[in-house]
């Protein structure tokens, strides 16, 4: 091992052994991403002081519905995105192996259109703004997306590439050279910081009053974000979009960063929310 090599803190990958049953820290992570964004959706309906004067797009007690939407639109995008985007001959040759996602093999970009026809659909089944819902999610979203990474760190998997940086790990399964623990990058910068910012916005600049600023500055954050850290994660190996340092995480990032430029310019000439019932809002 290299001298300035950080050691891998290997992590059993099952968090917990029920039995013949067993709950893994990637599972818990979708769990916790989820739920989280759920309380903190709640958290925001009910802060009338955010919104318009229309008040929020629609009641919090609704935002159980929405959960449940999301949930099912991120699974399904989010596996079927990794079938089509990263690994279409292997399903087509296998594609009984489509529904085995304890296998692993999750897409982001997969997950966020399954999540945009969630909402879609929840929007126009509540008589929600489709704007502030997506507002909404943006905001809670980098939750998920910080566990999902620290998940993906503790499996070992999408590790970075080779490099000689003092903070340099051996990854499992990666062979024995050093390489950067993007995991955590892609935590920091996508998860955490991109909290940050989307809270910011909330709280002290009173985005949620511009239906579609912060699902805007959401996608192209991400957007530049994901970019940024596919210069350090290893590329995925005869991917046609692998050209050189870019990725396909960097080319399916791209229409996401002109959609978001383009969702937060026209932000301030939308609509505010329409109004809800008063008393279903609590302060």
């Keep these: 091992m290299p001298l300035l090599t950080i050691a891998y803190p290997a992590i059993d990958p099952v968090a917990l052994r029920l039995g013949p049953l067993s709950v893994k820290w990637y599972g818990l992570a979708y769990m916790a991403g989820l739920l989280l964004g ?14 318009p004067a229309a008040g929020p797009p629609f009641a919090p007690e609704k935002a159980d519905d929405l959960l449940l939407l999301m949930t099912i639109g991120v699974l399904l995008g989010g596996r079927l995105g990794y079938v089509l985007f990263y690994e279409p001959q292997f399903f087509l040759k296998n594609p009984l192996a489509i529904p ?33 819902v997506l507002d909404l999610s943006a905001a809670a979203t980098p939750m998920g997306l910080f566990f999902g990474r620290l998940a993906n760190f503790i499996n070992a998997e999408l590790w970075g590439r080779v490099t000689d940086v003092p903070w340099a790990m051996i990854f499992p399964g990666a062979g024995p050279l050093p390489r950067h623990p993007s995991q955590l990058y892609e935590a920091l910068l996508e998860g955490a910081l991109l909290f940050a910012l989307l809270f910011w916005l909330t709280q002290r600049r009173q985005a949620l009053r511009q239906p579609g600023l912060l699902g805007g500055v959401f996608l192209a954050g991400y957007g530049l974000a994901r970019s940024f850290s596919e210069f350090f994660r290893e590329p995925d190996p005869g991917h046609f979009f692998t050209i050189g340092p870019f990725t396909a995480g960097i080319i399916y990032s791209l229409p996401m960063i002109i959609a978001g430029i383009l969702i937060a310019r026209g932000a301030s000439k939308r609509a505010p929310t329409p109004a809800i019932l008063p008393g279903h809002v609590e302060h």
């Design 38 to 51: 759920w309380f903190y959706v709640k958290y925001l309906l009910r802060r009338r002081d955010l919104w």
């Design 100 to 132: 085995a996602v304890w296998n692993g093999g999750m897409s982001f970009h997969g997950a966020l259109l399954g999540s945009i026809l969630a909402m879609l659909f929840f929007s126009r089944r509540v008589g929600a703004n489709i704007w502030s």
